[in-house]
């Protein structure tokens, strides 16, 4: 399974990216919304890791513009933000999944797997 992560925080990008790595998948890292888009354009995942507070372009804006290019890939938004209204922007922006800061790991694979 091959996947995208687009995370500014390069530590935790790393700490991700190794973890899911160990798992089997295949994971390319993007640090800003802008090179997340293009490279979700370019190439096809399975999966997008997808967080929303990002330099460049957020990612409620990297997900609509995805979804109005129709890329249909599985996205999941990784974010520190945790209201209900937060929640919905997500979802109604073309997220699939929706996943608040700090979170387990086991949550995360459970959540790709599904």
């Not at 089997?24 to 354009?41: I, R, S």
């Not at 190439?43 to 804006?61: H, N, S, W």
């Not at 919905?88 to 797997?113: C, H, M, Q, T």
Request: charged share 35%; glycine share 6%; hydrophobic share 40%.
């Amino acid at each position: 399974m091959r996947l995208l992560l687009v995370e500014d925080n390069h530590r935790l990008n790393n700490s991700l990216r190794m973890s899911l790595m160990d798992d089997g998948y295949a994971v390319d890292p993007a640090f800003d919304g802008l090179e997340g888009e293009e490279l979700a354009e370019m190439t096809p995942y399975d999966a997008i890791i997808l967080d929303l507070m990002l330099p460049k372009k957020d990612g409620i804006e990297v997900c609509r513009d995805l979804r109005d290019k129709h890329v249909n890939t599985p996205i999941l938004m990784l974010t520190a933000r945790d209201t209900i209204e937060d929640r919905v922007d997500g979802l109604d922006s073309g997220a699939d999944d929706y996943l608040v800061k700090p979170f387990a790991i086991e949550e995360l694979r459970a959540r790709l797997r599904a």
